[in-house]
T-cell receptor, first 110, second 113 residues
């Protein structure tokens, strides 16, 4: 099953601009996680936000969570060409199983 | 520090041939282990997960099987590959307790011809 749905599917911006990606999910969650995947590589964990948190920062990343709307957003500020990658949100089903969305493909042009 | 290895990195196999992909984790004990498949341009589909040696849970009925012969070794297998088995296979682990982040291996690109 697919829990998270990212929006937009693809995003192309200029270096230095901010990039915002959104994720919607369907069921109650304990936490929501964001991952990054460079082309042809494994996923790398970026940030985890718990259901009782509304906002979290890590470097140039800012994640918000609105449990009433069952949505989250990932903001990357002052984007760089090296930020070009696919970004996935993931929620936790029972046990330790993550359910991933289809992802947003971000392209940062230099 | 913990590391996770997958091999091979790429594999081209004919339809009907067997498959064995291996994943090993170093630097931790009693990890949860996971196999995912990613179709081109898509998200990840959980195939199998394991909470201990010999304990395998299958998420999706399919042509594949998994085994965990050792604590930090997870193997994905098939007796006869189908064209639809092509994809990018990712192994991941996380700690036993709590719903925390997963750490992914570099993946295996499988092409079935």
């Amino acid at each position: 099953s697919q829990q998270g749905e990212e929006d937009p599917q693809a995003l192309s911006i200029q270096e230095g601009e901010n990039a915002t990606m959104n994720c919607s999910y369907k069921t109650s969650i304990n936490n929501l996680q964001w991952y990054r995947q460079n082309s042809g590589r494994g996923l790398v964990h970026l940030i985890l936000i718990r259901s009782n948190e509304r906002e979290k920062h890590s470097g140039r990343l800012r994640v918000t969570l609105d449990t009433s709307k069952k949505s989250s957003s990932l903001l990357i500020t002052a984007s760089r060409a090296a930020d070009t990658a696919s970004y996935f949100c993931a929620t936790v089903e029972y046990g330790n199983k993550l359910v991933f969305g289809a992802g947003t493909i971000l392209r940062v042009k230099s | 520090s913990q590391t996770i290895h997958q091999w091979p990195a790429t594999l081209v196999q004919p339809v009907g041939s067997p498959l064995s992909l291996e994943c090993t984790v170093e630097g931790t004990s009693n990890p949860n282990l996971y196999w995912y498949r990613q179709a081109a341009g898509r998200g990840l589909q959980l195939l199998f997960y394991s909470v201990g040696i010999g304990q395998i849970s299958s998420e999706v009925p399919q042509n594949l099987s998994a085994s965990r012969p050792q604590d930090r070794q997870f193997i994905l297998s098939s007796k006869k590959l189908l064209l639809s088995d092509s994809g990018f296979y990712l192994c991941a682990w996380n700690r036993l307790a709590g719903a925390v982040e997963q750490f992914f291996g570099p993946g295996t690109r499988l092409t079935v011809l």
